[in-house]
């Protein structure tokens, strides 16, 4: 489809390592002027969901600053823009959980919040894996456990996992699992 927006003018109100805060200037749809925020994030999303043989995997626990609380998610980060999404996917699932994978599948593209910003995020199934040392950044105090992938579908439906990324990335797994009969 063609965009039925027309943009005017952007300028840029914020700018810091991770994001870029804009105000455009438009005429939306209807014809109308406004002003449209547009957050745009400077690294993509990354997710994973490390699965072993016994379907067990592996969540981090961590308190979320611009949420004020605590939140269990799979292991994820963001990766430069220039990188391809699964050696960004590599990186985090070393430095979060200590683990690397042979196999990666790339199971899931996500818009994070579409009225708002243009981030994009990746959600891997990383399989065959192999336990290392973790690699915390220094923003990172990480709690990780590892659970049976049924009882974190489960986190998610009792709404113990509220990461949106998190959600849609185990809701997905668990589909493929279902499908290829190993669930």
Avoid: C
């Avoid at 979060?96 to 579409?114: Q, V």
């Avoid at 990746?122 to 915390?136: H, I, K, M, S």
């Avoid at 509220?162 to 279902?178: F, N, Q, V, W, Y």
Wanted: no cysteine; charged share 25%.
């Amino acid at each position: 489809m063609q965009n039925p927006w027309k943009t005017l003018s952007k300028q840029e109100i914020y700018s810091n390592p991770w994001i870029r805060v804009e105000e455009h200037q438009v005429i939306n749809p209807k014809g109308g002027r406004g002003i449209y925020g547009q957050v745009h994030f400077k690294n993509i999303a990354i997710g994973i969901i490390p699965l072993d043989l016994q379907l067990h995997t592996w969540i981090v626990g961590q308190y979320r600053y611009t949420l004020d609380e605590y939140s269990w998610e799979i292991p994820m980060g963001g990766s430069p823009m220039d990188d391809m999404p699964e050696e960004g996917a590599r990186r985090e699932l070393k430095e979060e959980t200590g683990m690397t994978a042979k196999i990666w599948r790339n199971i899931l593209k996500i818009h994070t919040s579409n009225s708002v910003t243009d981030e994009v995020g990746y959600v891997f199934l990383a399989e065959d894996l192999t336990q290392g040392e973790t690699e915390f950044d220094e923003t990172e105090d990480l709690k990780i456990v590892r659970l049976p992938f049924v009882d974190v579908v489960e986190m998610v439906l009792e709404g113990k996992i509220t990461d949106g990324i998190s959600i849609a990335g185990i809701l997905k797994a668990e589909r493929i699992l279902k499908e290829s009969g190993r669930l």
